[in-house]
């Protein structure tokens, strides 16, 4: 049976957040990687969870070090955290640009160069300020190319106190291309001997020393998402998405369910239809496949899903279900991983893709 009853008051989705799990993630990553800093990264609105909530339980567990992705992030978070640790570090793994650079300055956010470009930005108006350098080991996304190390070490005004590369196939420990950046990585950081070195985000953290240089930077890890192509059981469920039924309906044999008509009933079906919707963040992918647990046993969606509405076959249902029931989508049988699979999606996407109309509860 799912942890909530229908008693709970509500008329749309929402997502139970238990931020001990954080802390146990947060703890698990940890001893897994003892020699080096745990850094949070909390980009994302914290991967959809909260940003405030999140990095108030981090700071609390004695994280220092957070990454986010854009500066405006950061200049949030640095509000956050002011009355708890003023000088938490903040990174900002997309850079600065021109007319970025004051809130870099005004929020105290220190960059992370991707190019050379970046780094004379930076250099000409950085006043000593620390910055990280993102080196490209083999993704080809973000990172300044091997071709251009030399010339940013060169540049006068730079105070480079973290480089960091990112593993580009990370979802497969087994996968050559995880020893090969890891050592060439290993091999340039050493040009750096000032500076901390960063390899690992989630899994990287979780897999052998080798990766973890100096400082880990897990995100999904901590939220609870697996960063493997299969569920990863050292970490805890954090996120339970959670929404009641709104009504109950039988159909006959040959009629249809929702958009398309693209359930057909080929026996008596019973349906309970759900207030969660792709406009909460319930992957159409989901259509046909995805599943929820109510009243004790699972059902699975039936047809299109809508923006507000989701139909579940409760058909072979041994207990009764009743409007004001909950169905639970994922973060206790169904795993976060699980759900992911059958949307055809990630725990990352499914996540941060939770909408703005999903009540986000802390426990
Ligand atoms: C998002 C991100 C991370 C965190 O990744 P997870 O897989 O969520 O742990 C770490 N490093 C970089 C460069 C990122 O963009």
Redesign the pocket.
Known sequence: MSGASSSDKTSGPWVDINLGAVAANYATLRAGAPNAEMAA?V?CNAYGLGLAPIAKTLAGLNCKTF?VAYPEEGAELRDVLKPLNADAAIYV?NGPLPQTMALFQSAKLTPVLNSLEQAKTWAAQCDGAPAALHIDTGMNRLGAPLSEVDAIAALSGLNINLVMS?LACATDPAHPKNDEQCKLFAAIAKDFPHARASLS???GALMDARFHFDLI?????LYGGS?FDVDEPRLKPVAVLRAPVVQIRNIAPGETVGYNASFKATAPTRLATVALGYGDGMPTSGSGSAQAVIAGGRARVAGRISMDLISLDVTDHKNPIKTGDIATFFGEEISLFEAAKSCNTSA?ELLTGLGGRVDRRYL
Do not use: D, M
Request: aromatic fraction near 20%.
């Open positions: 990264v980009k990454f793994f990112h985000a989630s899994g930077r897990p995100g999904i890890a960063p990352y």
